[in-house]
């Protein structure tokens, strides 16, 4: 009787730490041509340092979770390129290509689909 409330408070402990994997992060972020501001496909970005507003290649742009995410092929806005200077939860690339949904709803906290990275406190 005793190992088997011992066995389900340690399954209910690692369930609970599990289901924090799914919760949404603060910012998602794609990967654009600073050039032309359309989103590119995220294999494209490689490196995690914010575009300044000089140099060629692609960069993570960072939406926030309100935000609609963009298709592949389409412009950006309403986001940054500074993901430095953001305060919570990151996750580069693992959105939708076809774009519309919102970011919160796009995204997960570590875990599948993505990398995740925190800044600031």
Known sequence: MRSTSISLG???????SLTG???SADYAAVCVDPQTEERVDDDQCDDDSDYNGT???F?????A???????????VTGGTYRGSTLNGSV???????????T???S?????FGGSGRSFGG
């Open 59 to 63: 960069f993570w742009y960072y939406l």
């Open 103 to 105: 970011v919160k709803s």
């Open 21 to 23: 994997c799914s919760s």
């Open 107 to 111: 995204t997960t906290k570590g875990g």
């Open 65 to 75: 979770a309100r935000s609609v995410v963009p298709g592949v092929g389409s412009t």
């Open 55 to 57: 140099g060629t290649g």
């Open 10 to 16: 340690i399954t209910a402990l690692m369930a609970s």
């Open 91 to 101: 996750q580069r690339g693992g959105l939708p290509t076809t774009g519309g949904s």
